[in-house]
T-cell receptor, first 109, second 113 residues
């Protein structure tokens, strides 16, 4: 079982601020996925990172996969209220996919 | 394209009763997952199917939980007897294969009184 630790657990910021959330593990993953979940809904995929050191940008969101493929970060620039949600990372191992506990982000207008 | 369908959306039962959840994945998706998500936590994998075979059920409490995926399409998750700590949202997801994007249903929210 691969343990994924996400930090911070909760984050409340004002609209326009920047933020970074982290996903760390002692295990190496073949790939890592980031999802966002809104209340009453299932998680929705934001991005998949595969190569160590890879950086992917999705509008105001920047995802980075660690060189050793054990950790990842998500940076949001100029956060908006629509970014509010639970951000989950999921590590893909040999035969399974496990989720972290998530970072619950609230962006206040 | 139709998404992952789950039912019922909500269920309230008393402890020691039984409950069953149903999932219809996206057509053609070979991999199906059941996750348990307790309030404030991330999804915890209960069982993973590849077609109608079990790939991983190491975190499924087999004394009370069971799941099947007959004919490699629909799946059911059963809890018998339910305990208070089983109160959670049960999420079904499907994908084209391991490591591919997971498509989730809206979940089945279980409350055990």
């Amino acid at each position: 079982t691969q343990l994924l630790e996400q930090s911070p657990q909760f984050l409340s910021i004002q609209e326009g601020e920047n933020l970074t959330v982290y996903c760390n593990s002692s295990s190496v993953f073949s790939s890592l996925q980031w999802y966002r979940q809104e209340p009453g809904e299932g998680p929705v995929l934001l991005v998949t990172v595969v190569t160590g050191g890879e950086v992917k940008k999705l509008k105001r969101l920047t995802f980075q996969f660690g060189d050793a493929r054990k950790d990842s970060s998500l940076h949001i620039t100029a956060a908006q209220p629509g970014d509010t949600g639970l951000y989950l990372c999921a590590g893909v191992g040999n035969n399974d996919m496990r989720f972290g506990a998530g970072t619950r982000l609230t962006v206040k207008p | 394209e139709a998404g992952v369908a789950q039912s019922p959306r909500y269920k309230i039962i008393e402890k020691r009763q039984s409950v069953a959840f149903w999932c219809n994945p996206i057509s053609g998706h070979a991999t199906l997952y059941w996750y348990q998500q307790i309030l404030g936590q991330g999804p915890k994998l209960l069982i993973q199917f590849q077609n109608n075979g079990v790939v991983d059920d190491s975190q499924l409490p087999k004394d009370r939980f069971s799941a099947e995926r007959l004919k490699g399409v629909d799946s059911t998750l059963k809890i018998q007897p339910a305990k208070l700590e089983d109160s959670a949202v049960y999420l079904c997801a499907s994908s084209q294969g391991l490591g591919r994007e997971l498509f989730f249903g809206e979940g089945s929210r279980l409350t055990v009184l």
